[in-house]
Antibody, heavy 119, light 113 residues
């Protein structure tokens, strides 16, 4: 059964770079049928798609975050990663990684990791 | 951007009764080439990630109880829970994915009356 697990620091200082990794287990990240995405949810608020990546490295980003976001993939480790630069308190959120059916719906989600931006 | 607007923001329904949640998109999410509506529904319980319920507007994800159903086309969609169970208390989100910049509705909180 495919599982996703986010990992990374839970506290990031303002103006620094948030870095998270999603490890995929129970299946291959190199599937031709799926993209792999990052979604975030500020406390008590709704869901915001950040961006998605294909195993080949092709990426799509939310234009509102594009200038600060980099998503990369490491097929040898079955992982994909998120970097968000110049963070502010507004970036405080639970960050989820998820499997995305060809830039469509998200059918498998990680448990999420809370990231707080604070000095 | 395609803006997704859900109504109501919150809803209280008695156990065993029907619950209906609406989702309206600012542009059609119906792709004429395949006649598919690029619309999904998710359920999120407290402290948990969202769970996919419905995709293509009306296709139930494997393992989802058949009391959950999706309907609608174009810009107007509905998620219906035919007979509310206690475990259905959650926030429900719709999502459009007709364009790569997919967007979610603001969520509808469903409670027991």
């Amino acid at each position: 059964q495919l599982q996703l697990q986010e990992s990374g620091p839970g506290l990031v200082k303002p103006s620094e770079t948030l870095s998270l990794t999603c490890t995929v287990s129970g299946g291959s990240i190199s599937s031709s049928s799926y993209y792999w995405g990052w979604i975030r949810q500020p406390p008590g608020k709704g869901l915001e798609w950040i961006g998605s990546i294909y195993y080949s490295g092709s990426t799509y980003y939310n234009p509102s975050l594009k200038s600060r976001v980099t998503i990369s993939v490491d097929t040898s480790k079955n992982q994909f990663s998120l970097k968000l630069s110049s963070v502010t308190a507004a970036d405080t959120a639970v960050y989820y990684c998820a499997r995305q059916k060809l830039l469509g719906f998200f059918d498998i989600w990680g448990q999420g990791t809370m990231v707080t931006v604070s000095s | 951007d395609i803006v997704m607007t859900q109504s109501p923001d919150s809803l209280a329904v008695s156990l065993g009764e029907r619950a209906t949640i609406n989702c309206k998109s600012s542009q059609s999410v119906l792709y004429s080439s395949n006649n598919k509506n690029y619309l999904a529904w998710y359920q999120q319980k407290p402290g948990q990630p969202p769970k996919l319920l419905i995709y293509w507007a009306s296709t139930r994800e494997s393992g989802v109880p058949d009391r959950f159903s999706g309907s609608g086309s174009g810009t107007d969609f509905t998620l219906t829970i035919s007979s509310l169970q206690a475990e259905d208390v959650a926030v429900y989100y719709c999502q459009q994915y007709i364009i790569p910049r997919n967007t979610f509705g603001q969520g509808t909180k469903l409670e027991i009356k």
